[in-house]
């Protein structure tokens, strides 16, 4: 019987537990979540009619600091996933080493069939439902699946009016200007690329001229791409895009190294990159996997899940040295178990694409302060963090002899352990 | 699948099919937004107002999933889905509406076939010229694609490619048409 998603991540702690040899009672307070909520939210709608919307927050464990994690509007969400994400923020935020536990949350409805005042009026409602368990120092949501932030705005404003006075901390991913921080689109994929920096100086690589092949050209391959090209002086041979009109993925690649700018500049009515003018301006277009097998130094897979299978982790060539997840799963278990063999160096999901979540801890320390860095201060910062975070995790790997996957959730899983039991909780 | 039925299913697209899912597109959103006639959304959309377009893509990817299930019935179940919250959930949100411009679905079928394929092709064209009619300063390219990514038990079964999309607990499609 195919376990559930919760219980899939359960069965991943387990395994980590069992690497750190945890006690039973860790493992007790650990593998369930702290705290659970289901919420009922009414909402007056358009027609005048009642709708009660369910919804649920899950805490996972508020040890390090509290708790964090987004919000979910989905028609199908349900307490076993939300409480799985819940508990992958513990452990992201943990591995990130930022002051925050592991939150999530969600409302089972389709965002998109509700008019923006309705929007607008459960966005309110869920604060009004469960105000009293978040807080900048109880627990901290920002946008998800669904939720915007727009959506934060309405949230946030909702709860300072609660509260009776302006809190722009309850909540992140907010717009600018209303408590949001810059630096935050590219922070995913700067965040991607200061890892494979650090991954690289390990292993006694030098950055400048390094090659790449990204596989996707969303908004973290662009800012992967841009930060590798403009940080690293290193070079992008390839990226690898859907085309809509051909309905299948191309390859575009270029000795050289692509221009990310180009690139979005020849891209046609269909969103169609012209294969034409990539072409004259001196691309070749090969099939869409073709950027798996590159001959490059470093591999990026950053569009979506389960791409390095168990067979197509053969076609990785052996020039390859690190391969940095900015996707979140792109991995299966069984391509893992042949990188955990090969002298490929795996910068994990869970590190590699932490970025993010950093940025949104910078959000909530500016929104504390009421003072607003630049999005050069904020990227600054997390090169730092990024860095130490990735350092922590090597460290762990060499300590432990252990694959970069297995050290990230050690490193995370004992800095939890150790809060807790700092706490007097264990 | 012979060239028969590929002009076959190809023959039942006429571009009325494209103005009626438009106009309901404009009716949906019209509703969403509490507006007193569609013009005023048409006036919303040239005005670079982005809620207005999400309704419209969401309404013309309900038309669509429709009219495919009704064109090939080996279409199982349509979604509609966000590319970048499979890298880019956690907090890194632009501060625009959505983060992917256009309609990307996922049709679940039972079969692959060329003429399904042939048909999002004409039916991706045909669309993407009248929803730019519609007009938006804002719009680029990316604005009026439709990606829809055909996928087949296999592929969801065993999770490949974009079949490992239909139940990701990372993107988390929405349904929004099932036979």
């Known amino acids: 019987m195919e376990l559930s998603p919760f219980a899939l991540v359960q069965k991943q702690f387990d395994e980590v537990a069992d690497q750190l040899d945890l006690s039973q009672e860790a493992r007790e307070m650990l593998r369930w979540p702290l705290m659970e909520i289901h919420l009922r939210i009414p909402v007056r709608m358009d027609d005048g009619s009642l709708h009660v919307f369910d919804g649920f927050r899950v805490q996972h464990n508020n040890a390090r600091g509290p708790a964090k994690g987004g919000i979910r509007f989905h028609p199908a969400e349900t307490l076993d996933t939300v409480r799985a994400l819940a508990m992958l923020m513990t452990w992201k935020c943990a591995v990130a080493d930022i002051p925050l536990g592991g939150g999530k949350g969600g409302v089972v409805v389709d965002p998109t069939t509700l008019s923006v005042n309705e929007k607008e009026r459960l966005c309110r409602g869920w604060v009004q439902q469960i105000w009293k368990n978040i807080g900048s120092k109880v627990d901290v949501p920002a946008p998800d699946v669904g939720t915007t932030s727009q959506m934060m705005a309405w949230m946030m404003d909702e709860y300072s009016g609660i509260v009776g006075r302006y809190s722009p901390g309850v909540i992140t991913g907010k717009p600018l200007g209303v408590g949001g921080s810059e630096g935050r689109t590219s922070a995913t994929g700067f965040g991607v690329v200061v890892a494979v920096r650090e991954a690289l100086k390990h292993l006694g690589i030098e950055p400048r001229g390094c090659t790449a092949s990204i596989q996707g050209f969303g908004n973290v391959a662009q800012y992967a791409a841009i930060s590798f090209i403009e940080v690293l002086n290193g070079k992008v041979v390839a990226v690898s895009c859907w085309s809509p009109r051909d309905r299948r993925a191309y390859t575009l690649s270029k000795e050289n190294g692509i221009d990310p700018w180009f690139l979005r500049s020849i891209t046609d009515e269909h969103g169609t990159i012209d294969k034409e003018k990539a072409i004259l301006a001196g691309y070749v277009i090969e099939n869409g996997d073709a950027w798996l097998s590159k001959d490059v130094d470093v591999l990026i897979p950053a569009a979506i899940e389960g791409v390095i299978t168990g067979e197509t982790v053969h076609q990785i060539s052996e020039q390859v040295k690190v391969l940095a997840e900015a996707a979140n799963g792109p991995t299966t278990p069984e391509a893992d178990l042949v990188l955990a063999k090969s002298d490929i160096f795996v910068i994990p999901d869970i590190l590699c694409n932490s970025g993010g979540v950093i940025c949104s801890y910078f959000e909530s320390i500016q929104n504390e302060m009421n003072y607003y860095w630049s999005a050069e201060e904020v990227n600054a910062r997390l090169m730092q963090k990024m860095s130490s975070a990735f350092y922590s995790v090597l460290e762990m790997a060499r300590k432990r002899n252990v694959y970069m996957r297995n050290a990230a959730y050690m490193i995370a899983v004992d800095r939890v352990v150790k809060a807790m039991e700092a706490r007097g909780w264990l | ?179």
Not at chain 2, 81 to 100: C, N, Q
Not at chain 2, 101 to 117: E, F, P
């Open chain 2, 1 to 179: 699948m012979s060239m028969e039925v590929t002009e076959e299913i190809l023959s039942t697209f006429d571009t009325a099919n494209i103005e009626n899912m438009i106009e309901y597109a404009l009716g949906f959103s019209t509703q969403k937004m509490g507006y007193a006639g569609q013009e005023q959304v048409v006036e919303a959309l040239q005005h670079g107002n982005c809620s207005v377009c999400e309704y419209m893509r969401y309404g013309l990817a309900q038309k669509i999933a429709e009219y495919l299930g009704s064109v090939d019935n080996t279409v199982k179940a349509v979604y509609i889905y966000e590319p970048e919250y499979a890298t880019a959930v956690d907090g890194a949100m632009p501060d625009e509406l959505s983060f992917s411009r256009g309609i990307h679905m996922i049709a679940w079928v039972g079969r692959k076939t060329a003429a399904l394929l042939s048909l999002i092709d004409v039916l991706g064209s045909n669309l993407a010229q009248k929803f730019k009619q519609l007009g938006c300063p804002k719009a680029n390219a990316l604005c009026y694609q439709l990606v829809v990514h055909i996928v087949d038990d296999e592929e969801v079964l065993t999770r490949t490619g974009y079949g490992a999309l239909v139940d990701s607990f990372y993107v988390r499609p929405i349904e929004i048409w099932r036979r």
